[in-house]
């Protein structure tokens, strides 16, 4: 007996059951519509990526419990940039490639979302901030402009700051204290407007870098020139070298600072230097919920077991602009009945009213405003131990 057809068997056998692998997988991918998430999931920034990965992962589980979207279930793909630019790059790269994403959601770094931009608006891919504010990211004067945002927008929140100051510690020549990137430029292009707005000066602005550990001549130069106030826009790490070199100083400053120190273990590096501090979020799961907030939490407290209490809830910020910005995202996709990026982008202009976390919004999105929230929809905490509380709350 030749052994010649038996071979052709097994080959055509073979060839059928790899046919068979490729349609079923085809068959999977179509029934399904990806997310992707691209943020600091590892270094000294994880945990905003781990506010924002359970935001989003409880609306995914929400909207898949209801049917998914459009029939299809609602997939999350995850990728860490270690808030490194190029990571990012490569991170949205193979999601959009490999993955075939429909959105990208964005994390806490503006550098990473800045390096992401003329991939996503070329790929003509959704981008949804949640967290980087640089002012620059959703008026990026692309046209047409795939990027979406439901996060504080930078020059909302200096004028936020500078007037928190002003009412709070009669401020009136603050210090400017920024890291040295592109989120530091953002803000002190929007602080310095915010200080000409409200007719006062300002004692200096003063750039450091991620990795430095003495802040103290930078600070020096700015007790020299009579600042009244400090305002600090830093992520974690760094953020927390500046309020140590203030107590090395023994200077009592008033020190009022953007969100990215909530994003990492600020609380943990600071040491006690850190309770002194006041800084923005978007929402807290503390007080008087509404009923969608009290669902949220309850969700949270299912899903993850290290949740038993609003205080465990860090940051907020993440968990709140997350699960928002995915909902809002979902209702887009509904009004543009389809998945496809461009579509989804002209859902966005079409929804009406929306009952989120955050707020209730009206026409949040439109050719002219790609930014969800507005200066009405931020609020002053600060840390107690571990936990971030409403500045009210003793």
Known sequence: MRPYPIRSWIVSRTLAALTGM??????????????????????????????????????????????????????????????????????????????????????IDTPVAMAVLPIVNKEKVIYMGTWAAGTFITRNNANPNFVFRVSAVDELVDKALINYAMTTHKTKNPGFMLINNPWGESNEKGLTAAVAERKITRAGSEKFEEKDLDMTPHLSRLKANGADAIILVSNAG??????????????????????????????????????????????????????????????????????????????????ANAYDALHLTALAIQKAGSADPDKIRQGFYQIDEHQGLIKTYKKPFSTANHDALNENDYIMVRYQGERIVPVSMK
């Open 22 to 107: 490729l349609l079923a997988a085809t068959a999977l991918a179509q029934d399904v519509i990806k997310f992707g998430f691209v943020g600091a999931l590892s270094g000294l920034s994880a945990k905003s990526g781990e506010g924002i990965t359970r935001g989003l992962e409880t609306a995914v589980d929400e909207i898949n419990q209801k049917g998914g979207l459009l029939g299809k279930k609602v997939v999350l793909v995850k990728r860490d940039d270690e808030s490194n630019p190029a990571k990012g790059q490569i991170a949205a790269r193979e999601l959009i490639q490999n993955e075939k994403v429909a959105v990208i959601f964005g994390g």
């Open 238 to 319: 760094p953020g927390a070298q500046v309020m140590k070199s203030i107590e090395r100083m023994g200077w009592s400053v008033p020190v009022i600072s953007h969100w990215g120190i909530s994003g990492g273990r600020f609380p943990e590096l600071a040491g006690t230097a850190g309770k002194n501090v006041v800084f923005v979020q978007t929402y807290s799961f503390f007080g008087q919920q509404s009923e969608i907030g009290k669902k949220v939490i309850d969700m949270l407290k299912a899903k993850y077991p290290d949740i038993k209490q609003p205080g465990d809830i860090v940051p907020p910020v993440g968990y």
